[in-house]
């Protein structure tokens, strides 16, 4: 019995030895360091690597933002603090209202904004309470200061403010909606009382003067005077009527040289106008070659170019486009003769300015026509209200080219 007992306690000291030996093997080193280095990757990744999952992003948060309007982004709006989800719902605000940029300014306690002339800080202020009641937040004070024309708006909860909204009256800005030039063909033919309510007009139009009539360059030297724009009103063939044959016309069976000589008389008889555009033409404007030389000659003389697009195949706008003229094409022709009533122009009008909405722009030509300035009497200030900027074709041309 004693051997066996002894042969058994042998067995487990040569296990246990065994054991010890196995390690403290060098293989077993290894594999007890590849561990720990395993464990010193995942303690790093979990800390400082892993993406969070709490919280919005604040590099796409457009509350931190303010060069990212909020309506570009949508966020979850419960995810926000509170003073977070008052600025978001004031800069909605300023959205729905078509604020600018520049007119508003921003940090985590004050939001200060510019308010157009079109706009009654009351109506603004009041929209901003019902926004907030929706939010469960309250309007702490409101106060308007009037010699200051200022308004100012404390929203809080529980008697805490939150965050504070001043809203500066400021008569010299407005809505921007998109800016449009008019120009006024034909002068040239007669000076009367509808010239001369043009040529006074309140607001930017454009004259197109049609060289070599009667009328032409005193009526170019008033409309100078007067501070509008001037245009040469360039005649070129047309495909069907019989455009005025003056030094200044322009024919299909022309050479290169007689085409360029009388654009360049066109250039040198009115030196302050700022450009040309096409009286007639659907013959000349859908001749690329012609087209070419014409848009040469202009950009050596620095002068823009209007395609009038008296017909859908022209290439004149395509061609100054090519050759890096300044240039536009026509967008709307405001009448289709002298006697069209005051509706059928405001529709004209009102079609502009969604073209103008849609693009920034707009670019319309009309007659001196006595309709067609009483409508442009009564119409553009409204339009000017309501955010359009109206200027001479060169600010349109040189600001979208």
């Known amino acids: ?10 067995y487990r000291r040569k296990t246990k030895r065994s054991k010890n030996r196995s390690s403290s093997s060098p293989l077993w080193n290894v594999f007890k360091l590849l561990l720990l280095l395993a464990g010193v990757a995942f303690i790093i990744y979990h800390f400082f690597f892993r993406p969070m999952e709490t919280g919005p992003d604040v590099s796409t948060n457009p509350v931190q933002s303010e060069d990212i309007r909020p309506a570009e982004r949508k966020i979850d709006v419960s995810s926000l603090s509170d003073p977070e989800r008052i600025r978001y719902a004031i800069r909605e605000l300023f959205n729905k209202y078509e604020f600018r940029e520049d007119w508003i300014s921003s940090n985590t306690e004050v939001t200060t904004a510019r308010m157009p002339q079109d706009i009654p800080s ?6 901003v309470m019902n926004e907030m009641d929706d939010l469960d937040y309250t309007i702490i004070n409101s106060t308007e200061n009037l010699s200051a024309q200022k308004s100012t708006v404390r929203i809080g909860e529980k008697g805490e403010v939150l965050h504070t909204l001043i809203l500066k009256n400021d008569a010299s800005i407005k809505k921007f909606k998109g800016k449009i030039a008019i120009v006024i063909d034909d002068f040239g033919y007669s000076e009367n009382e509808s010239i001369n309510r043009i ?6 139009l454009t004259i197109a003067i049609l060289p070599g009539l009667a009328k032409s360059e005193a009526l170019y030297q008033k409309a100078n005077e007067a501070g509008k724009e001037t245009i040469v009103h360039l005649p070129m063939e047309a495909l069907e009527d019989k455009v005025e044959y003056t030094d200044y016309t322009l024919y299909s069976n022309m050479t290169e040289e007689e085409i ?3 654009v360049r008389k066109a250039i040198i008889d009115f030196p302050a106008a700022k450009g040309i555009n096409n009286h007639m033409g659907s013959s000349v404007t859908q001749n690329e070659q012609i087209m070419k030389t014409v848009c040469d000659e202009l950009k050596k003389n620095n002068f823009y170019f209007i395609d009038s697009k008296t017909t859908t195949e022209s290439v004149a706008f395509a061609t100054a486009r090519k050759l890096r003229l300044p240039s536009i ?3 709307i022709f405001l ?11 405001q529709k004209k009008l009102t079609a502009l300015s969604k073209i103008a909405e849609k693009r920034g722009y ?8 006595e309709n067609t300035i009483d ?6 200030p409204q339009m000017e209200n309501d955010g359009f900027d109206f200027v001479p074709v060169s600010e349109l041309i040189y600001s979208t080219d």
């Open 1 to 10: 019995m004693s051997k066996k007992k002894n042969k058994k306690k042998s």
């Open 122 to 127: 009351i109506v603004f202020v009041r929209d």
């Open 199 to 204: 040529l006074n007009a309140p607001f930017p």
């Open 260 to 262: 360029r000589q009388r």
């Open 329 to 331: 094409e026509n967008n």
């Open 335 to 345: 009448e289709r003769d002298r006697n069209d009533n005051e509706e059928y122009l």
């Open 362 to 369: 707009a670019l319309a030509i009309g007659h001196p026509y």
């Open 375 to 380: 409508v442009l009497l009564k119409m553009v």
